[in-house]
């Protein structure tokens, strides 16, 4: 948990030094990890209209040939995600 407002904290609880309230914040839709019943292609990586990111599902299939886990892919699916949803306060 993060106290005293870090930089994901809405500047409202940074002035009142309170720890950062999750209910303020607003994530936009971006896309989603979806997953498939393709052999070697066990998830797909989609953008906010539905489509695929064609170079994730490049990477993923480069995963699952150099030996990786589905799991693997799974997990990179879901950190690439995060690394672009950047809350805002609501």
Known sequence: ????????ACSRDRDKGAGRDVAGLVVPRIGRLVETTVTG???????ASGL???PVGVFFREL?????????????GMDL????AVPRCG
């Open 81 to 84: 995600l995060r690394m672009v």
């Open 41 to 47: 292609e066990p998830y797909r990586l989609l953008d």
């Open 52 to 54: 695929e990111v064609e």
């Open 64 to 76: 699952l040939a150099s030996g990786r886990s589905v799991a693997t892919v799974r997990s990179y």
């Open 1 to 8: 948990m993060v106290r005293g407002g870090g930089p994901l």
